[in-house]
């Protein structure tokens, strides 16, 4: 299976709730990313951080790290319908080959 | 400041037919990564690159798929006498060689392939 892999594969809330997903990893890493991608568009960052953090706020997202379950959460507070998307994970190797391995994805979907 | 540039965003062949993806990476920016996401599945690593060098390939498929990045210019990525299975979302992302470690990469819009 993959190195990153998100949990739930799809997940469906009321406006203004919150949504949180889940990926999980399997080796060592250096930072881990998360991103947005509309349907059909290109790749939006969202947050990254480093094997040495443990928690990222920008704005109504929270990104947690949990080096030792390999595992981070992304949380999206007070959703939006305009936060209808597919979330991504991408984790690096510490190994250094630089290249980013992607989970699956969790499409999320805001109804409003 | 531009992002990164890819062209064409869509492209469409026949079966046999050649595809050349091209990829501007951001200004000041000397290390290119292309990935392909085929529908519903995340991206997949398929080669990175610096500046005429090739320096992991080991997701690009042995045959029918090449890339570049040369001196002056996009990186370039071949994909020879494309068959129905090639058609996918391909990715470009380039990241600073300031900071190797953190490896930020900054992706493109995508340039959509659909083999016909």
């Known amino acids: 299976s993959q190195q990153g892999e998100e949990d739930p594969q799809a997940l469906s809330i009321q406006e203004g709730e919150n949504a949180t997903m889940n990926c999980s990893y399997k080796?060592?890493?250096?930072?881990l990313q998360w991103y947005r991608q509309n349907s059909g568009r290109g790749l939006v960052h969202l947050i990254l951080?480093?094997?040495?953090?443990r928690e990222k706020h920008s704005g109504r997202l929270r990104v947690t790290l949990d080096t030792s379950k390999k595992s981070s959460s992304l949380l999206i507070t007070a959703s939006r319908a305009a936060d209808t998307a597919s979330y991504f994970c991408?984790?690096?190797?510490?190994?250094?080959?630089?290249?980013?391995?992607f989970g699956t994805g969790t499409r999320l979907k805001v109804l409003a | 400041n531009a992002g990164v540039m890819q062209n064409p965003r869509h492209l469409v062949r026949r079966r046999g037919q050649e595809a050349r993806l091209r990829c501007s990476p951001m200004?000041?920016?000397?290390?290119v990564y292309w990935y392909r996401q085929l529908p519903e599945e995340g991206l997949k690593f398929m080669v990175y690159?610096?500046?005429?060098?090739?320096?992991?390939e080991s997701g690009m498929p042995k045959e029918r798929f090449s890339a570049e990045f040369p001196k002056e210019g996009p990186s370039i990525l071949r994909i020879q006498q494309v068959v129905r299975g090639d058609s996918a979302a391909y990715f470009c992302?380039?990241?600073?060689?300031?900071?190797?470690?953190?490896?930020?990469?900054?992706f493109g819009p995508g340039t959509r392939l659909t083999v016909l």
């Open positions: 992302a380039s990241s600073s060689i300031l900071a190797p470690k953190d490896n930020e990469q900054f």
């Open positions: 080796t060592s890493i250096n930072n």
């Open positions: 951080i480093r094997s040495n953090e």
């Open positions: 991408a984790t690096d190797a510490t190994s250094g080959t630089y290249k980013y391995i």
């Open positions: 200004k000041g920016h000397s290390h």
């Open positions: 690159l610096q500046k005429e060098n090739i320096i992991d």
